[in-house]
């Protein structure tokens, strides 16, 4: 291990404290614990949590009822060197702590503090996949950057972030804390996920540690349900899910979270060849890895472990680093060393492995959070902070549909429908930090800050029924019907798998009597998931995706609305026609049978053959016109290069994309892959020669024995604005090796 570039005398360091170090100490480092809650409300705090999860509480009033709990911070536990790795969002608290185990330990080794800072930590940003649709790595990085330096004002060492899961079912709900469907994509944001929140100096004291998960196939969970099993080819595993981790390995990225599920019926939290072969020895990776919560426990469930000492014993043998609050390390590990089923040498790599974290991140040097800065992210927002989530917010939003209505103007009278429209706390998305409805601009806040007369009338919400009056008050006098319709924060995220994606409620119906007005109507969506939308495709005149944009929320949606800002957001992950479509991805193999008018082919008998919005679709204000495709070898690669005017009157800003297939190959390969993408502005009436660069080395793929191949033969080249609507030319290519 080069312990992510520690010098020699910090390697010694780690050296000389594991040869002090006993058993229990060693184990101690092992576990993480998180406070136990010992009362203080009126119902159990399992309950409690099921509570802020499905929104029947806010993250706020959480807040306040935790603040008056009585915990249980296991000081003693700290203090006999039993705990290496706290849970912890609280900087007084969390210095007090570090304080035992610095000074009061009897080797001084400092805790690193978890915290799943997921889109932003006080400055909620847009969740992972509406971010994703910017195709921006410049705001990837960007937000994550202010994420590290507002949690590492909090005491937080350690990120649960980036997930980097493929996410290719719409059904499954953690699909909103994810960049998507495709590897490409999906490396990108890996990439610079690790560089923002680490920077080039994890030590410094405004970047944390990040942590890839889950490890691994988790996105591709049966039917779209959390936590269930996964069964696929190595050589799927290795070409569609594990490149976006491999990049962030190769970026630097210092911890590794085991996934909940199992791959091909063992575990990956007790999976050998996933842990120690793919990700230590193949790839190399130097930091530790962590369970997911509670995961080792529940290898007992899957039926893997006969109890919980097999569970820890058949964890920690695979190459599991730390136990993230099962407790069984610290419960059986000792006596299984003292038994010789667990051997010195794989607890010193463990340990190694933690200690060189710690070490990377500059802890045993500067163990403290800065009293200065404790509280410097608490009172309002940032204002830099928010420019910069405001920025990333715009990008987000993708233009589904638009029939000439948009953009608005500002002398239009607005009626402004759905409880959604006013809803700060479901604007922050799942998973957020540190994040306060109170901070977020709603869009009927958006829209009354930039000047617009709006009526607004809730209506019904994602469950409730229709209040007809409301509505017929809200739109007598409108010019323009603008309905925020879609989800709320609990209905996506973890645990929140839906079975039917088409807008919940009575919210078609709020759609249905919009346009039985006569008046254009616009359907807003605020959604943490791609949604089967067939009928508002079909009968509602203009659609904007605008996910859950986090605090700037309504600001965004308004600059869109009114063309301040025009479009640019391209779908990172496909849209369904129909809920029976799923798991629904560009880059599928063909069959032999390709889905066709006949029956006789792939398809379904009741829906579409095509998904209603491809992977990379979005619309503009602008018209993109695509021409001149030219492909030219040079040498090890391929320079692409495509004509991309403006025709409209508007400037805009275009995605242009290239895919490749492998027509034909040793194992059937993907109809489409992306392999690269620029981003290009373009005045009214303005032309751009546009190249990209495809090295031949990217055009290979693994087969079932896990070797790289790279097939001489023909290839098809596309370009174009997304993965359906392209240009083509196809290429004989000779590769100097194949392997």
């Avoid at 309950?47 to 929104?55: F, K, P, Q, R, S």
């Avoid at 978890?114 to 400055?123: L, Q």
């Avoid at 306060?436 to 994602?462: F, M, Q, W």
Wanted: charged share 25%; hydrophobic share 40%; with cysteine.
């Amino acid at each position: 291990m080069s312990g992510f570039n520690l010098t020699e005398a910090q390697k010694k360091q780690i050296t000389d404290l594991l040869a002090q170090m006993t058993v229990e100490e060693k184990v101690g480092q092992m576990h993480q614990l998180s406070p136990s809650i010992v009362g203080g409300f009126d119902v159990s705090f399992e309950e409690l949590i099921e509570m802020v999860t499905d929104g029947r509480i806010s993250n706020e009033e959480f807040g306040r009822i935790m603040a008056n709990a009585e915990r249980d911070f296991h000081e003693d536990d700290i203090r006999a060197g039993r705990v290496g790795s706290y849970l912890l969002n609280d900087p007084k608290k969390a210095n007090e702590l570090q304080r035992i185990a610095v000074e009061e330990t009897r080797l001084g080794i400092p805790l690193i503090y978890g915290f799943d800072v997921i889109h932003g930590f006080r400055t909620t940003f847009p969740i992972p996949l509406a971010e994703a649709c910017s195709w921006n790595e410049e705001v990837f990085e960007a937000s994550a950057e202010v994420a590290a330096r507002e949690a590492s004002a909090h005491g937080i060492n350690w990120t649960f972030a980036p997930m980097l899961d493929i996410a290719r079912d719409a059904r499954w709900g953690r699909i909103s804390e994810s960049a998507g469907e495709d590897p490409h994509l999906g490396s990108v944001y890996a990439r610079a996920k690790v560089r923002g929140f680490q920077g080039k100096n994890p030590a410094d004291r405004e970047r944390i540690a990040t942590t890839i998960k889950h490890f691994v196939a988790y996105g591709a969970a049966e039917a779209g349900q959390d936590y269930n099993t996964v069964s696929m080819a190595k050589s799927m595993l290795h070409n569609s899910y594990l490149p976006p981790v491999k990049a962030a390995v190769e970026e630097g990225a210092m911890t590794v979270m085991a996934a909940f599920n199992d791959y091909n019926g063992v575990p990956c939290t007790v999976n050998s060849w996933l842990l120690r072969d793919v990700l230590k020895e193949s790839y190399g990776f130097e930091g530790f890895v962590v369970s997911d919560a509670n995961a080792i426990r529940e290898c007992v469930s899957h039926g893997i472990a006969e109890d919980l000492a097999d569970a820890s014993r058949k964890a920690v043998n695979a190459g599991m680093d730390m136990d993230m609050g099962s407790g069984t390390y610290s419960a059986h590990l000792a006596q299984q060393a003292a038994d010789g089923e667990v051997s010195a040498e794989v607890l010193d790599e463990a340990v190694r492995r933690i200690l060189t974290v710690k070490m990377a991140l500059g802890l045993f040097d500067h163990p403290y959070v800065e009293e200065e800065r404790m509280a410097r992210y608490d009172g309002e927002l940032d204002k830099k902070h928010r420019d910069i989530a405001l920025d990333a917010a715009k990008r987000s939003i993708v233009l589904l549909k638009n029939d000439g209505i948009l953009p608005i103007e500002k002398e239009q009278k607005i009626a402004l429908l759905g409880a959604l429209a006013d809803d700060g706390e479901n604007c922050l998305g799942a998973w957020n930090a540190d994040g306060r409805g109170s901070d977020c601009v709603t869009v009927k806040a958006g829209l009354e800050r930039a000047g617009i007369s709006v009526t607004y009338a809730a209506c019904c919400d994602t469950t409730s029924g229709l209040n007809r009056q409301e509505l017929d008050g809200a739109v007598k006098d409108a010019d323009v019907i603008i309905a925020v319709v879609g989800e709320t924060n609990a209905m996506s995220g973890e645990a929140s798998s839906r079975a039917d994606i088409t807008l919940p409620g009575h919210q078609r119906e709020l759609l249905e009597a919009a346009l039985a007005t006569g008046k254009p109507v616009v359907a807003l969506l605020m959604n943490g998931r791609p949604l089967a939308l067939q009928w508002e495709q079909e009968h509602v005149p203009a659609i904007l995706e605008c996910w859950q944009l986090g605090v700037t929320h309504g600001d965004a949606a308004a600059a869109v609305l009114l063309g301040e800002y025009n479009p640019s957001g391209r779908l990172c992950a496909t849209f369904p026609a129909m809920t029976g479509q799923c798991p629904r991805y560009y880059n599928h193999p063909n069959t032999g049978r390709p889905g066709s008018k006949s029956k006789f082919t792939s398809r379904y008998l009741d829906a579409p053959l095509e998904p209603l919005y491809p992977f990379g679709y979005g619309l503009s204000y602008a018209n993109y016109l695509y021409s001149d495709l030219t492909v030219e070898e040079s040498g090890e690669s391929f320079r692409v290069s495509v004509s991309v005017a403006n025709t409209g009157d508007r400037a805009g800003e275009e995605t242009v994309q290239l895919y490749i297939r492998d027509v034909a190959g040793s194992i059937v390969r993907p109809v489409k892959e992306l392999k690269a993408f620029k981003k290009v502005t373009l005045a009214p009436g303005e032309t751009k020669q546009v190249t990209l660069t495809l090295n031949k080395t990217d055009m290979g793929f693994y087969n079932d024995d896990m070797e790289y191949c790279r097939e001489d033969g023909s290839f098809l080249f596309y370009v174009g604005g997304n993965s359906r609507d392209c240009l083509e030319a196809e290429r004989k290519v000779v590769f100097s090796q194949n392997v």
